[in-house]
């Protein structure tokens, strides 16, 4: 059975650094790529980027550039989520998903993880 | 940047047939697919490339694309149907995913 399971919430203060993690198994993890999404609150969803873990090569969305990392670690079969310097705007749910493609090559998630909530205030 | 339509919500009584509309350019050529994100909860596929189904789906969820709309059809409404409800494309020309900016259906 495919499962993602994501680490606890968290509060911080802005400024601050974060890593979240989602860990995978019940597939051959390094093999398929995992995206994060973001959901702020009363929001819809907003695609971060993906990340492939058997390289750790990377796509983020343009609105997401340079303000966060990913990061995989094979041998736990993780992916993480990083920040270097919280805001308050980052408030928000971080889901990550496995993405699989479609009979026309259309990428969709097929799993997602439970989330993790990620609370910024002073 | 590609741009995915959603009407904000839809509401109806149980038993009716809710349709969920999805706009976007030519939206036709691309694969739609759709989440259901019921209240506090990770969003869960419910449909894939435009019409399929993924194995525990009921069969009152279907979908279509056509034109400048892609759709999802969710016969026969019940209690349980109510969530967001999101589409997803991804944008061949810039590697981007979008996604639409979701539809909360209400059941009365």
């Known amino acids: 059975e495919v499962q993602l399971v994501q680490s606890g919430a968290e509060v911080k203060k802005p400024g601050e650094s974060l890593r979240i993690s989602c860990t995978a198994s019940?597939?051959?993890?390094?093999?398929?790529?995992i995206g994060w999404v973001r959901q702020m609150p009363g929001k819809g969803l907003e695609w971060m980027g993906n990340?492939?873990?058997?390289?750790?090569?990377?796509k983020y969305s343009p609105s997401f550039q340079g303000q966060v990392t990913f990061s995989a670690d094979k041998s736990t079969n993780t992916v993480y989520l990083q920040w270097r310097g919280l805001k308050a705007s980052d408030t928000a749910t971080y889901f990550c998903?496995?993405?699989?493609?479609?009979?026309?090559?259309?990428?969709?998630?097929?799993?997602w993880g439970q989330g993790t909530l990620v609370t910024v205030s002073s | 940047s590609y741009v995915l339509t959603q009407p904000p919500s839809v509401s109806l009584a149980p038993g009716q047939t809710a349709r969920i509309t999805c706009g976007g350019d030519?939206?036709?050529?691309?694969?739609v697919h759709w989440y259901q994100q019921r209240p506090g909860q990770a969003p869960l596929l419910v449909i894939y490339?435009?019409?399929d189904r993924p194995s525990g789906i009921p069969e009152r969820f279907s979908g279509s694309n056509s034109g400048n709309t892609a759709s999802l059809t969710i016969s026969r409404v019940e209690a349980g149907d109510e969530a967001d409800y999101h589409c997803?494309?991804?944008?061949?020309?810039?590697?981007?995913?979008?996604f639409g900016g979701g539809t909360k259906l209400t059941v009365l």
């Open positions: 998903a496995r993405r699989v493609l479609g009979h026309n090559y259309g990428p969709f998630f097929d799993y």
């Open positions: 019940g597939y051959s993890f390094p093999g398929s790529w």
């Open positions: 990340i492939f873990p058997a390289d750790s090569d990377t």
């Open positions: 030519n939206i036709e050529r691309k694969s």
């Open positions: 490339d435009d019409t």
């Open positions: 997803q494309v991804w944008d061949s020309i810039s590697d981007h995913w979008v």
